[in-house]
């Protein structure tokens, strides 16, 4: 089976950081473009960070850009979201998937509670 796990979640006060890890299984991603989404309470699912194959072109919403850095370790099939000066608005699960996204990768996500 093919698997997208999330980690590295947690609590934190604003002005902290946090980086979360994509590891995958059961194939590899190294083709395909990849992206961080989240979910806050009562809201849907939105676009956070995405990033082609190979990792070199970086795009990310308005609300992050420049707090938030997207990478990929196509060898480890791995993708990463470096996440610095975080807000209280940034509570909410991450998820990673390929993008666009196909609901048959959508893992569990991890939890990020910014307190203020």
């Known amino acids: 089976q093919v698997h997208l796990v999330e980690s590295g979640g947690g609590s934190v006060q604003a002005g902290g950081s946090l980086r979360l890890s994509c590891a995958a299984s059961?194939?590899?991603?190294?083709?395909?473009?990849m992206a961080w989404f989240r979910q806050a309470p009562g809201k849907g699912r939105e676009f956070v960070a995405g990033?082609?194959?190979?990792?070199?072109?970086?795009s990310y919403a308005d609300s992050v850009k420049g707090r938030f850095t997207i990478s990929r370790d196509r060898a480890k099939n791995t993708v990463h979201l470096q996440m610095n000066s975080l807000k209280p608005e940034d509570t909410a699960v991450y998820y990673c998937?390929?993008?666009?996204?196909?609901?048959?990768?959508w893992g569990q996500g991890t939890q990020v509670t910014v307190s203020s």
């Open positions: 998937n390929i993008n666009p996204p196909e609901w048959r990768y």
């Open positions: 059961g194939r590899t991603f190294s083709t395909n473009n």
């Open positions: 990033c082609n194959w190979s990792g070199s072109i970086t």
